[in-house]
């Protein structure tokens, strides 16, 4: 997956999050990656997807987020860079946040 499509990143995280206060949080991170895009000159579209994407496992696995979304993005053929992204919000992983999308 080369190019995130919003409708996919969607779809994806209906799949994994029913509820709807969920959805909501995903949809405020969303706005919020979008604007930090645009303060800092960096593709709105990405950060926007990595926002609305980074808790989609939460719900079904919550002892193993964000690990299990690494899992699951990966064996969907999301890119390396996008997978860390989303892990490195799990403060527990150590994953340095400089330049990772």
């Given at each position: 997956?080369?190019h995130?499509?919003?409708?996919?990143v969607?779809?994806?995280?209906?799949?994994?999050?029913?509820?709807?206060?969920?959805?909501?949080?995903?949809?405020?991170?969303?706005a919020?990656?979008?604007?930090?895009?645009?303060?800092?000159?960096?593709?709105?579209?990405?950060?926007?997807?990595?926002?609305?994407?980074?808790?989609?496992?939460?719900?079904?696995?919550?002892?193993?987020?964000?690990?299990?979304?690494?899992?699951?993005?990966?064996?969907?053929?999301?890119?390396?860079?996008l997978?860390?992204?989303?892990?490195?919000?799990?403060?527990?992983?150590?994953?340095?946040?400089?330049?990772?999308?």
């Amino acid at each position: 997956m080369n190019h995130l499509n919003r409708a996919e990143v969607w779809n994806l995280l209906c799949e994994y999050t029913q509820a709807e206060y969920l959805r909501k949080h995903h949809l405020a991170v969303e706005a919020a990656m979008k604007w930090y895009a645009r303060k800092y000159g960096q593709d709105e579209n990405l950060w926007g997807n990595v926002g609305l994407i980074h808790d989609f496992e939460y719900e079904k696995f919550p002892d193993q987020h964000p690990q299990k979304g690494g899992e699951i993005l990966r064996a969907q053929g999301w890119p390396e860079n996008l997978i860390r992204a989303v892990m490195a919000h799990g403060d527990h992983l150590n994953i340095t946040r400089t330049e990772l999308i």
